[in-house]
T-cell receptor
């Protein structure tokens, strides 16, 4: 079945860039998403990328997709303490109802 | 943007009682909603897919008699944890897909933390 993998932890210093990586197995994925979860809260969509795109930029966020390697990354420029959260990568197959989530990467931003 | 509201956000109950959690799409209609469970420091686990006007589809290993799902309208799905036990304590999150959207984006509720004493 589909599988999505992420590294579990990442620590960066305030002001540095953060790069969170994700790999997936389903080559038929149509959309790939990044969600942010702050402590005790639900998930908030940060950004998404369609599978025929290589890159998408939205303010401090840059998503890179390498479809050949099935690798997705999220870069956060000028990381702030408010960016500390768990970031989930997710994918959805064509006509699929469900999302497949990765385990989440806990980002810690150090002062 | 679209908003999904969950209620209650926190609930504490005694073992053996039943607890109902509501999930509402506030500004869009959702024929399908999803219920997830999240254990501490773990990812989301899909429990069931709630379909408006029909029976929910449960994932393997999820007891349908234990976790009752009702999707009576296009904006409301409910999850009832029946005869709750301490091992049911968890963070439950719902999501809904805006059928009008092009991305098929899922909007998530804020989650409901259930503690069973």
């Amino acid at each position: 079945g589909e599988d999505v993998e992420q590294s579990l932890f990442l620590s960066v210093r305030e002001g540095d860039s953060s790069v969170i990586n994700c790999t997936y197995t389903d080559s038929s994925s149509t959309y790939l998403y990044w969600y942010k979860q702050e402590p005790g809260a639900g998930l908030q969509l940060l950004t998404y990328i369609f599978s025929n795109m290589d890159m998408k930029q939205d303010q401090r966020l840059t998503v890179l997709l390498n479809k050949k390697d099935k690798h997705l990354s999220l870069r956060i420029a000028d990381t702030q303490t408010g960016d500390s959260a768990i970031y989930f990568c997710a994918e959805t197959p064509p006509y699929g109802q469900n999302f497949v989530f990765g385990p989440g990467t806990r980002l810690s931003v150090l002062p | 943007g679209a908003v999904v509201s969950q209620h209650p956000s926190r609930v504490i109950c005694k073992s053996g009682t039943s607890v109902k959690i509501e999930c509402r799409s506030l500004d869009f209609q959702a024929t399908t909603m999803f219920w997830y469970r999240q254990f501490p420091k773990q990812s989301l686990m899909l429990m069931a897919t709630s379909n408006e006007g029909s029976k929910a589809t449960y994932e393997q290993g999820v007891e349908k008699d234990k976790f009752l799902i009702n999707h009576a309208s296009l904006t409301l799905s409910t999850l009832t944890v029946t005869s709750a036990h301490p091992e049911d304590s968890s963070f439950y999150i719902c999501s809904a897909r805006d059928s009008r959207g092009n991305t098929g984006e899922l909007f998530f509720g804020e989650g409901s933390r259930l503690t069973v004493l």
